[in-house]
């Protein structure tokens, strides 16, 4: 398998360069060169197989030619081993044809472990058989900086740095990251906001002097082998629902983009989904352009769902480029437009085209509360203000009834109290067994200002197992 950019001037990669690489050197996001496509009878074939086992079928195409076919399977076994609960994700029913697809049963309790848990391990395998060893550096508002200190806490060859706005993440989010302890963790708190740590990511990607030749690799959900691990899932809640003789419909508590894509590739390759729900909070950029043709970049709002909070949604490009015929020099332009003005809109036709599949809503908090505490009322099932998007996004905007309609459970509810606590919900919910004693943990953390000489200097000091470049 090949993989070609966004925005057309990039040399075409295999997967194991896409891996390493992030975005491609013209700016743009690697996408397969063209979809595996399964028929309906092999995908019928694949009811009930384990979790670990359908995700080599689905994957296997997309990693050919890189990862032999025994490392891959055994690499699944143990990505897929770790979570807590048999299925690894697991459906509960919510209402009539209504069900939530639990993704929050990994390691930190947010559907980037299935992501981020092979991610690790897939870098370990590549970077072993290579003999290199890389740095990763991360920005996060809570959710990635775990789920990306988890996935690579036994990597031999990576030392990883993420980067948090000092006392501005949850104190169980915090503890998720700084209890990690080991020679190739480092965990940063910025004198600063997210957005301070993402620019200094940006900016360390851009000049990687202070590396001393050691390789930089992201992790963000741009990186490609993300998005594929997220297809997955899509094709098991399928399966367990009747398809593909019968087709549904998902709503996807939606940030980046990156997990709703991964649905959208799942309905290319063969799945039979007919429709798409882009559920957001008040940062509704992907609400606009689905509902009004308008991309336009706003400011940021902080809401009760924190891991939705963004202005622009960095893989929204890659459905640009198919929405136009996969014409990278137009991609180019649009997106130049866009970095110009901070405003994109599409030809009628392709916007037309887009909403075939897709529809959305944005969901404020009251209403976001207001839905934890209805469900929770019918039917005594809490679920997290992400999640509670998803579902009222369902509601709303379902198409036919009698489809199955899937929510993807993005987070476990005890990541969020808050959000619980504002929708009058006295009982709050336990860790889970593995996370009894978080609040009983030592922790390692290191507090730097908000100086990107600073921070550099801090990673060439300790990214080789916590010793010197
Ligand atoms: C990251 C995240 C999202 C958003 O996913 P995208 O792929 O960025 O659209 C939604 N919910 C939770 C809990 C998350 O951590």
């Known amino acids: 398998m090949r993989y070609i950019s966004t925005r057309g001037q990039a040399p075409a990669l295999n997967f194991e360069d896409v891996l390493l690489a992030g975005l491609a050197s013209d700016g743009g996001l690697y996408v397969p060169e063209?979809?595996?496509?399964?028929?309906?009878?092999?995908?019928?074939?694949?009811?009930?197989?384990?979790y670990h086992e359908l995700a080599f079928r689905v994957m296997r195409p997309f990693v050919a030619g890189c990862i032999a076919d025994a490392d891959f399977r055994r690499i699944l076994e143990e990505t897929y081993g770790v979570f807590a609960h048999k299925a690894v994700a697991p459906l509960t029913q919510l209402g009539a044809n209504e069900w939530v697809l639990e993704l929050f049963q990994g390691p930190t309790l947010?559907?980037?472990d299935f992501a981020l848990q092979l991610l690790g391990r897939l870098l370990d395998h590549v970077l072993t058989r290579r003999g290199e060893r890389v740095v990763i550096m991360g920005a996060t508002s809570g959710d990635?900086?775990?789920?990306?200190?988890?996935?690579c806490k036994a990597c031999d060859n990576v030392d990883i740095f993420i980067m948090h706005p000092h006392n501005r993440v949850s104190e169980v989010q915090r503890r998720q990251m700084t209890t990690i302890l080991g020679d190739n963790i480092h965990n940063i708190a910025i004198e600063g906001n997210f957005d301070d740590c993402q620019e200094m990511v940006k900016a360390s990607f851009a000049d990687q002097g202070f590396l001393k030749g050691t390789r930089l690799v992201a992790v963000n959900s741009i990186n490609w082998a993300r998005i594929m691990a997220q297809i997955v899932y899509y094709f098991h809640a399928a399966l367990q629902l009747g398809a593909p003789h019968r087709s549904l419909a998902f709503s996807v508590p939606t940030g980046n983009f990156g997990d709703i894509f991964a649905g959208y590739l799942a309905r290319n390759m063969g799945l039979p989904v007919n429709q798409l729900i882009v559920a957001t909070?008040?940062?509704?950029?992907?609400?606009?352009?689905?509902?009004?043709?308008?991309?336009?970049?706003?400011?940021?709002?902080?809401?009760?769902?924190?891991?939705?909070?963004?202005?622009?949604?960095?893989?929204?490009?890659?459905?640009?480029?198919?929405?136009?015929g996969r014409n990278g020099a137009v991609v180019a332009a649009l997106m130049d437009a866009f970095k110009a003005t901070g405003r994109l809109s599409v030809g009628d036709d392709r916007w037309t085209e887009a909403r075939r599949l897709f529809d959305s809503l944005a969901v404020d908090d009251e209403t976001t509360c207001a839905t934890i505490a209805g469900v929770h009322g019918e039917t005594g099932y809490l679920l997290d203000p992400h999640t509670a998007i998803g579902v009222r996004a369902a509601r709303e905007c379902r198409r036919n009834p009698a489809l199955p309609m899937v929510i993807l459970g993005t987070a476990h509810p005890v990541k969020f109290p808050e959000a619980a606590e504002k929708a009058g919900i006295a009982a709050v919910p336990q860790l889970p067994a593995h996370l009894a004693d978080l609040f009983q943990r030592e922790e390692r953390c290191s507090v730097l200002p908000n100086d990107l000489k600073a921070v550099q200097a801090f990673v060439s000091l300790h990214g080789n197992r916590g010793k010197p470049l």
Do not use: C, Q
Request: no cysteine.
């Open 110 to 112: 947010a559907f980037k």
């Open 281 to 324: 909070n008040r940062n509704d950029i992907l609400h606009r352009f689905m509902s009004g043709n308008r991309y336009d970049k706003d400011t940021l709002h902080p809401s009760l769902s924190p891991s939705m909070d963004i202005m622009v949604s960095s893989n929204f490009e890659r459905l640009l480029f198919d929405l136009h």
């Open 144 to 151: 990635t900086g775990s789920a990306a200190i988890e996935g």
């Open 34 to 50: 063209s979809l595996p496509r399964f028929t309906l009878e092999e995908i019928a074939s694949w009811a009930g197989l384990p």
